[in-house]
Antibody, heavy 119, light 110 residues
């Protein structure tokens, strides 16, 4: 069965960076985009961007341009999302999800990784 | 302020039919497909409806989606207590060049 297993919770200070990992299994890693979506406490879902594991190409939401980097390692079927210059309002659960390149629905989701930004 | 507008809450009694609306614009719903996600308390979101009205395998046919113009709707019939969750609509936005979500609707089964 398809699984997306994310790295554990992190606590970071303002100004630091965080890198969240997402290990995929149960499907051909390069056939689906990996998207990153975050959810602040008590808030809704916010799309951050996506990575094409086949080409390595990325598309980021304008809000995160310059602060986010999405990468992948096809040898271990893993995707990564690094967010820099962290602020307190970056405190959120970060999800990875896979979606087909053609239509983009987010078929399967990771369990989420809580990132807390606090001094 | 979300690009797609949903009512913050909805409610119904067991067995009832409820609908959740999602309003957008010509740059998103008006020209793109709509997907719906269900998020049960304390869990990751789950794909509920894709391409406006398609159900993934395993999703009961009590759940249905529709789209007209710049609006979309999710209907849940035969409401069950297990349907208590947050529901989100999503669509690609051509102006923002990004996926956008509605603010979410919290469904309560009375």
């Amino acid at each position: 069965q398809v699984q997306l297993v994310q790295s554990g919770a992190e606590v970071k200070k303002p100004g630091a960076s965080v890198k969240v990992s997402c290990k995929a299994s149960g499907y051909t890693f390069t056939d689906y985009y990996i998207h990153w979506v975050r959810q602040a406490p008590g808030q809704g879902l916010e799309w951050m961007g996506r990575n094409n594991p086949d080409s390595g190409g990325t598309k980021y939401a304008q809000k995160f341009q310059g602060r986010v980097t999405m990468t992948r390692d096809t040898s271990i079927s893993s995707a990564y999302m690094e967010l820099s210059s962290l602020r307190s309002d970056d405190t959120a659960v970060y999800y990875c999800a896979r979606g087909p390149p053609s239509t983009g629905e987010l078929i399967d989701w990771g369990q989420g990784s809580l990132v807390t930004v606090s001094s | 302020q979300s690009v797609l507008t949903q009512p913050p809450s909805a409610s119904g009694t067991p067995g009832q039919r409820v609908t959740i609306s999602c309003s957008g614009s010509s740059s998103n719903i008006g020209s793109r497909i709509v997907n719906w996600y269900q998020q049960l308390p304390g869990t990751a979101p789950k794909l509920l409806i894709y391409t406006n009205n398609q159900r993934p395998s395993g999703v009961p046919d009590r759940f249905s989606g529709s789209k007209s113009g710049t609006s979309a709707s999710l209907a849940i019939s035969g409401l069950q207590s297990g349907d208590e969750a947050d529901y989100y609509c999503a669509a690609w936005d051509d102006s923002l060049d990004a996926w956008v979500f509605g603010g979410g609707t919290k469904l309560t089964v009375l």
